[in-house]
Protein backbone atom coordinates (compact mmCIF):
# COMPACT_ATOMS: atom_id res chain seq x y z
CA UNK A 1 0.00 0.00 0.00
CA UNK A 2 2.98 2.21 1.08
CA UNK A 3 4.47 1.58 -2.24
CA UNK A 4 1.18 2.02 -3.85
CA UNK A 5 0.98 5.66 -2.59
CA UNK A 6 4.48 6.72 -3.17
CA UNK A 7 3.89 5.39 -7.00
CA UNK A 8 0.63 7.37 -7.34
CA UNK A 9 2.20 10.54 -6.22
CA UNK A 10 5.30 10.35 -8.73
CA UNK A 11 3.13 9.67 -11.05
CA UNK A 12 0.89 12.59 -10.81
CA UNK A 13 4.12 14.82 -10.02
CA UNK A 14 5.31 13.81 -13.63
CA UNK A 15 2.14 14.60 -15.67
CA UNK A 16 2.28 17.96 -13.64
CA UNK A 17 4.94 18.58 -14.85
CA UNK A 18 4.20 18.56 -18.69
CA UNK A 19 0.66 20.53 -18.38
CA UNK A 20 0.48 23.93 -20.64
CA UNK A 21 -3.44 24.25 -20.59
CA UNK A 22 -5.63 24.97 -17.68
CA UNK A 23 -8.22 22.81 -18.43
CA UNK A 24 -6.15 19.30 -18.73
CA UNK A 25 -5.09 20.45 -15.33
CA UNK A 26 -8.47 21.13 -13.86
CA UNK A 27 -8.84 17.30 -15.51
CA UNK A 28 -5.93 15.76 -14.04
CA UNK A 29 -6.99 17.36 -10.72
CA UNK A 30 -9.95 15.74 -10.58
CA UNK A 31 -8.67 12.41 -11.46
CA UNK A 32 -6.79 11.83 -8.40
CA UNK A 33 -7.97 14.29 -6.05
CA UNK A 34 -11.29 15.13 -6.66
CA UNK A 35 -14.17 13.36 -4.24
CA UNK A 36 -14.10 10.13 -6.47
CA UNK A 37 -10.22 10.54 -7.00
CA UNK A 38 -7.44 7.89 -7.06
CA UNK A 39 -6.13 9.05 -3.98
CA UNK A 40 -9.24 10.27 -2.41
CA UNK A 41 -9.84 6.53 -2.83
CA UNK A 42 -7.00 5.36 -1.42
CA UNK A 43 -7.22 7.76 1.54
CA UNK A 44 -10.92 6.55 2.43
CA UNK A 45 -9.58 2.64 2.20
CA UNK A 46 -7.42 3.52 5.12
CA UNK A 47 -10.47 3.46 7.47
CA UNK A 48 -10.65 -0.41 6.63
CA UNK A 49 -6.71 -0.89 8.06
CA UNK A 50 -5.88 -2.17 11.04
CA UNK A 51 -4.70 0.12 13.76
CA UNK A 52 -1.11 -0.04 13.42
CA UNK A 53 -1.03 0.44 9.65
CA UNK A 54 -3.71 3.27 10.67
CA UNK A 55 -0.94 4.97 12.40
CA UNK A 56 2.03 4.73 9.57
CA UNK A 57 -0.27 4.76 6.01
CA UNK A 58 -2.79 7.57 7.52
CA UNK A 59 -0.25 9.68 7.93
CA UNK A 60 1.63 9.18 4.95
CA UNK A 61 -1.31 9.83 2.31
CA UNK A 62 -2.27 12.91 4.46
CA UNK A 63 1.49 14.22 4.14
CA UNK A 64 1.31 13.32 0.03
CA UNK A 65 -2.49 14.74 0.14
CA UNK A 66 -1.45 18.11 1.38
CA UNK A 67 1.57 18.12 -0.87
CA UNK A 68 0.24 17.50 -3.69
CA UNK A 69 -2.93 20.38 -3.18
CA UNK A 70 0.19 22.76 -2.86
CA UNK A 71 1.30 21.47 -6.18
CA UNK A 72 -1.55 21.53 -8.29
CA UNK A 73 -2.14 24.95 -6.62
CA UNK A 74 1.26 26.03 -7.81
CA UNK A 75 0.78 24.93 -11.07
CA UNK A 76 -2.63 26.93 -11.47
CA UNK A 77 -0.96 30.26 -10.37
CA UNK A 78 2.10 29.80 -12.72
CA UNK A 79 -0.44 28.93 -15.44
CA UNK A 80 -2.24 32.00 -14.97
CA UNK A 81 0.75 34.08 -14.59
CA UNK A 82 1.93 32.91 -18.54
CA UNK A 83 -1.30 33.07 -19.36
CA UNK A 84 -1.89 36.97 -18.33
CA UNK A 85 1.63 37.72 -20.27
CA UNK A 86 0.98 35.77 -23.61
CA UNK A 87 -2.73 36.69 -24.27
CA UNK A 88 -4.26 40.53 -24.97
CA UNK A 89 -7.87 40.86 -25.59
CA UNK A 90 -7.94 43.31 -28.27
CA UNK A 91 -12.29 43.59 -27.97
CA UNK A 92 -11.77 45.00 -24.51
CA UNK A 93 -12.27 48.43 -24.02
CA UNK A 94 -9.61 50.44 -23.23
CA UNK A 95 -8.73 52.58 -20.17
CA UNK A 96 -9.39 55.96 -20.77
CA UNK A 97 -6.48 58.53 -19.95
CA UNK A 98 -7.98 61.49 -18.05
CA UNK A 99 -6.79 64.89 -20.21
CA UNK A 100 -7.23 68.17 -18.69
CA UNK A 101 -8.38 71.12 -20.94
CA UNK A 102 -7.34 74.64 -21.19
CA UNK A 103 -9.25 77.03 -18.83
CA UNK A 104 -11.84 79.11 -20.54
CA UNK A 105 -10.04 82.51 -20.35
CA UNK A 106 -7.24 80.89 -21.68
CA UNK A 107 -9.14 79.66 -24.75
CA UNK A 108 -10.35 83.49 -25.18
CA UNK A 109 -7.43 84.69 -24.84
CA UNK A 110 -5.78 82.25 -27.21
CA UNK A 111 -8.55 83.51 -29.97
CA UNK A 112 -7.47 87.04 -28.82
CA UNK A 113 -3.91 86.70 -29.50
CA UNK A 114 -4.87 84.62 -33.02
CA UNK A 115 -6.47 87.36 -34.28
CA UNK A 116 -4.32 90.53 -33.28
CA UNK A 117 -1.31 88.25 -34.52
CA UNK A 118 -3.26 88.09 -38.06
CA UNK A 119 -3.31 91.81 -37.43
CA UNK A 120 0.75 92.35 -36.98
CA UNK A 121 0.35 92.70 -33.54
CA UNK A 122 2.76 91.50 -30.87
CA UNK A 123 1.84 89.49 -27.90
CA UNK A 124 3.74 90.52 -24.90
CA UNK A 125 3.63 89.91 -21.04
CA UNK A 126 4.74 91.76 -18.28
CA UNK A 127 5.58 92.00 -14.83
CA UNK A 128 2.48 91.39 -12.32
CA UNK A 129 4.26 92.53 -9.49
CA UNK A 130 5.01 96.60 -10.71
CA UNK A 131 6.44 99.63 -9.22
CA UNK A 132 3.87 102.48 -8.87
CA UNK A 133 5.84 104.64 -11.15
CA UNK A 134 4.95 102.35 -14.44
CA UNK A 135 0.96 101.34 -13.07
CA UNK A 136 0.56 104.89 -12.24
CA UNK A 137 2.89 108.06 -12.51
CA UNK A 138 3.67 107.26 -16.34
CA UNK A 139 0.72 106.59 -17.24
CA UNK A 140 -0.39 110.13 -16.33
CA UNK A 141 -2.14 109.25 -13.21
CA UNK A 142 0.34 111.35 -10.57
CA UNK A 143 0.14 111.05 -6.89
CA UNK A 144 -3.07 112.71 -5.88
CA UNK A 145 -4.95 112.03 -8.76
CA UNK A 146 -8.27 110.76 -7.99
CA UNK A 147 -8.21 108.15 -10.41
CA UNK A 148 -6.16 106.05 -8.23
CA UNK A 149 -8.87 105.93 -5.64
CA UNK A 150 -10.75 103.72 -8.35
CA UNK A 151 -7.46 101.34 -8.17
CA UNK A 152 -6.39 100.21 -5.19
CA UNK A 153 -4.04 97.52 -5.02
CA UNK A 154 -1.97 95.15 -3.11
CA UNK A 155 1.06 97.47 -1.96
CA UNK A 156 3.73 94.67 -1.49
CA UNK A 157 5.16 96.76 1.93
CA UNK A 158 2.14 98.18 3.53
CA UNK A 159 4.90 100.19 5.53
CA UNK A 160 5.55 101.82 1.99
CA UNK A 161 2.09 102.45 1.09
CA UNK A 162 2.59 105.17 0.23
CA UNK A 163 1.75 106.05 -3.25
CA UNK A 164 0.31 109.48 -3.30
CA UNK A 165 3.90 110.40 -2.08
CA UNK A 166 4.69 109.16 -5.80
CA UNK A 167 7.57 106.95 -4.71
CA UNK A 168 8.71 103.86 -6.57
CA UNK A 169 6.57 101.54 -4.59
CA UNK A 170 6.12 98.13 -5.47
CA UNK A 171 2.62 96.64 -6.26
CA UNK A 172 0.76 94.24 -7.75
CA UNK A 173 -0.31 95.94 -11.44
CA UNK A 174 -4.06 97.17 -11.56
CA UNK A 175 -4.07 97.34 -14.82
CA UNK A 176 -2.22 95.92 -18.08
CA UNK A 177 -1.29 99.45 -19.04
CA UNK A 178 1.99 99.92 -17.23
CA UNK A 179 3.26 97.60 -20.04
CA UNK A 180 2.25 100.89 -23.07
CA UNK A 181 5.39 102.01 -21.42
CA UNK A 182 7.46 99.08 -21.08
CA UNK A 183 6.81 98.53 -25.03
CA UNK A 184 7.70 101.87 -26.26
CA UNK A 185 10.66 102.08 -23.81
CA UNK A 186 11.85 98.63 -25.41
CA UNK A 187 10.78 98.44 -28.95
CA UNK A 188 10.25 102.39 -29.75
CA UNK A 189 8.13 103.41 -32.54
CA UNK A 190 5.86 102.65 -34.40
CA UNK A 191 4.89 99.65 -32.41
CA UNK A 192 2.09 97.56 -32.58
CA UNK A 193 1.12 95.25 -29.29
CA UNK A 194 -1.50 93.46 -27.37
CA UNK A 195 -0.70 92.43 -23.36
CA UNK A 196 -2.79 89.78 -22.37
CA UNK A 197 -1.85 89.71 -17.94
CA UNK A 198 -3.48 89.14 -14.63
CA UNK A 199 -4.08 92.21 -12.89
CA UNK A 200 -5.18 92.73 -9.15
CA UNK A 201 -7.22 95.06 -6.99
CA UNK A 202 -8.07 95.30 -3.49
CA UNK A 203 -12.11 94.85 -4.12
CA UNK A 204 -14.83 93.47 -2.00
CA UNK A 205 -15.42 90.65 -4.49
CA UNK A 206 -19.26 89.88 -5.62
CA UNK A 207 -20.38 88.38 -8.63
CA UNK A 208 -19.40 91.10 -10.64
CA UNK A 209 -16.01 91.46 -8.96
CA UNK A 210 -12.66 89.91 -8.16
CA UNK A 211 -9.77 90.78 -6.54
CA UNK A 212 -7.48 89.09 -9.37
CA UNK A 213 -8.54 89.44 -12.85
CA UNK A 214 -7.67 89.45 -16.67
CA UNK A 215 -7.12 91.82 -19.25
CA UNK A 216 -6.10 92.48 -22.32
CA UNK A 217 -4.37 95.77 -23.39
CA UNK A 218 -4.13 97.01 -26.61
CA UNK A 219 -1.69 99.75 -28.18
CA UNK A 220 -0.49 101.01 -31.99
CA UNK A 221 2.29 103.82 -32.20
CA UNK A 222 3.12 104.88 -35.67
CA UNK A 223 2.77 108.28 -37.47
CA UNK A 224 -0.62 109.81 -38.39
CA UNK A 225 -2.53 107.27 -36.54
CA UNK A 226 -6.15 108.82 -35.60
CA UNK A 227 -8.97 107.71 -34.20
CA UNK A 228 -10.42 105.75 -37.53
CA UNK A 229 -7.47 103.25 -36.57
CA UNK A 230 -9.02 102.73 -33.62
CA UNK A 231 -12.32 102.27 -34.91
CA UNK A 232 -11.40 100.08 -36.99
CA UNK A 233 -9.38 97.88 -35.34
CA UNK A 234 -11.94 97.53 -32.61
CA UNK A 235 -14.69 96.69 -34.91
CA UNK A 236 -12.77 93.82 -36.58
CA UNK A 237 -12.47 92.63 -32.76
CA UNK A 238 -16.28 92.90 -32.20
CA UNK A 239 -16.91 90.75 -34.93
CA UNK A 240 -14.74 88.57 -34.39
CA UNK A 241 -15.68 87.96 -30.99
CA UNK A 242 -19.98 88.75 -31.16
CA UNK A 243 -20.47 87.28 -35.01
CA UNK A 244 -20.50 89.34 -38.52
CA UNK A 245 -23.66 91.53 -37.45
CA UNK A 246 -22.32 93.29 -34.11
CA UNK A 247 -22.09 97.42 -34.43
CA UNK A 248 -19.39 99.14 -32.64
CA UNK A 249 -19.99 102.44 -30.73
CA UNK A 250 -17.81 104.53 -29.33
CA UNK A 251 -19.07 107.45 -27.03
CA UNK A 252 -16.93 110.08 -24.86
CA UNK A 253 -15.50 108.81 -21.15
CA UNK A 254 -12.26 109.98 -19.35
CA UNK A 255 -9.31 108.16 -18.48
CA UNK A 256 -6.20 109.60 -17.89
CA UNK A 257 -3.91 107.94 -20.11
CA UNK A 258 -5.70 108.71 -23.31
CA UNK A 259 -7.00 111.94 -24.79
CA UNK A 260 -9.57 111.96 -26.08
CA UNK A 261 -10.99 109.10 -24.56
CA UNK A 262 -14.07 106.63 -25.09
CA UNK A 263 -16.36 103.62 -24.05
CA UNK A 264 -16.57 101.55 -26.74
CA UNK A 265 -19.65 99.55 -27.18
CA UNK A 266 -21.31 96.27 -29.18
CA UNK A 267 -24.49 95.55 -29.82
CA UNK A 268 -25.61 93.07 -28.10
CA UNK A 269 -25.30 89.82 -29.66
CA UNK A 270 -27.98 88.16 -27.68
CA UNK A 271 -30.45 90.67 -28.52
CA UNK A 272 -29.18 92.20 -31.47
CA UNK A 273 -29.25 95.45 -29.85
CA UNK A 274 -33.59 95.30 -29.48
CA UNK A 275 -32.64 94.88 -25.82
CA UNK A 276 -32.59 92.38 -23.31
CA UNK A 277 -31.78 91.12 -19.39
CA UNK A 278 -27.72 91.12 -20.78
CA UNK A 279 -27.46 94.75 -22.69
CA UNK A 280 -29.96 95.66 -19.54
CA UNK A 281 -32.55 96.90 -22.19
CA UNK A 282 -30.11 99.13 -23.86
CA UNK A 283 -29.27 96.95 -26.56
CA UNK A 284 -25.52 97.79 -26.22
CA UNK A 285 -22.76 96.16 -24.25
CA UNK A 286 -19.82 98.23 -22.73
CA UNK A 287 -16.52 96.32 -23.34
CA UNK A 288 -13.65 98.40 -24.29
CA UNK A 289 -12.01 101.48 -22.89
CA UNK A 290 -10.05 103.07 -25.57
CA UNK A 291 -8.59 106.36 -26.48
CA UNK A 292 -5.22 108.21 -28.49
CA UNK A 293 -2.35 107.75 -26.40
CA UNK A 294 -2.15 111.33 -23.91
CA UNK A 295 1.03 112.59 -25.12
CA UNK A 296 2.50 112.14 -21.53
CA UNK A 297 2.33 108.58 -21.96
CA UNK A 298 4.40 108.68 -25.06
CA UNK A 299 6.52 111.16 -23.44
CA UNK A 300 7.47 108.75 -20.85
CA UNK A 301 7.72 105.78 -23.12
CA UNK A 302 10.63 107.84 -24.97
CA UNK A 303 8.07 108.25 -27.95
CA UNK A 304 8.34 112.17 -29.65
CA UNK A 305 4.49 113.17 -29.00
CA UNK A 306 4.99 115.85 -31.65
CA UNK A 307 6.28 112.95 -34.60
CA UNK A 308 3.90 109.78 -33.04
CA UNK A 309 0.10 109.34 -32.21
CA UNK A 310 -1.18 105.96 -31.10
CA UNK A 311 -4.22 104.87 -29.94
CA UNK A 312 -4.40 102.22 -27.04
CA UNK A 313 -7.27 99.79 -25.63
CA UNK A 314 -8.27 97.61 -22.60
CA UNK A 315 -11.24 95.71 -21.53
CA UNK A 316 -11.25 92.52 -19.40
CA UNK A 317 -10.95 89.03 -20.20
CA UNK A 318 -13.06 87.82 -17.45
CA UNK A 319 -15.89 90.06 -18.87
CA UNK A 320 -15.92 88.44 -22.14
CA UNK A 321 -15.60 84.79 -20.96
CA UNK A 322 -18.64 85.38 -19.08
CA UNK A 323 -20.78 87.13 -21.64
CA UNK A 324 -19.46 84.30 -24.00
CA UNK A 325 -20.03 81.32 -21.70
CA UNK A 326 -23.12 82.90 -20.34
CA UNK A 327 -21.37 82.86 -16.80
CA UNK A 328 -22.81 84.69 -14.14
CA UNK A 329 -20.73 84.99 -11.47
CA UNK A 330 -16.87 85.67 -11.99
CA UNK A 331 -15.39 84.31 -8.87
CA UNK A 332 -16.27 80.66 -10.23
CA UNK A 333 -13.18 81.29 -12.44
CA UNK A 334 -10.96 80.47 -9.80
CA UNK A 335 -12.88 78.33 -7.76
CA UNK A 336 -11.60 75.25 -9.05
CA UNK A 337 -14.66 73.79 -8.99
CA UNK A 338 -14.08 71.18 -11.61
CA UNK A 339 -18.31 71.11 -11.60
CA UNK A 340 -17.65 74.23 -13.23
CA UNK A 341 -14.32 73.73 -15.00
CA UNK A 342 -15.89 70.52 -17.03
CA UNK A 343 -18.28 72.34 -19.08
CA UNK A 344 -15.59 73.82 -21.18
ZN1 LIG B 1 -29.40 92.48 -25.33
Excluded at 140 to 164: E, G, L, V
Excluded at 169 to 198: D, F, H, N, W
Excluded at 246 to 252: E, S
Aim: glycine share 10%; with cysteine; hydrophobic share 40%.
Amino acid sequence: MQEKLLKLKQEILNQLESIKQADVLRDLEIKYLGRKGELTKILRSVADLSVEEKKTLGKLANEIKIELVDKFAEAKAGLEKTAGADYVDATLPGVEIKAGHLHPITIIQNEIEDLFASLGFMALDGPELESDYYNFTALNIPPYHPARDMQDTFYINPSSAKASEGKHELLMRTQTSPMQIRAMQKYGAPIKCIVPGRCFRSEATDVRHEHTFYQVEGLMVDENINFSHLKAILEVLGKKLFGPETVFRMRPKFYPFVEPGSNGEYSCFLCGGKGCRLCKGTGWLEIVGCGMVHPSVLKAGGVDPKKYQGFAFGYGLDRLAMLKYGINDIRLFHSGDLKFLKQF
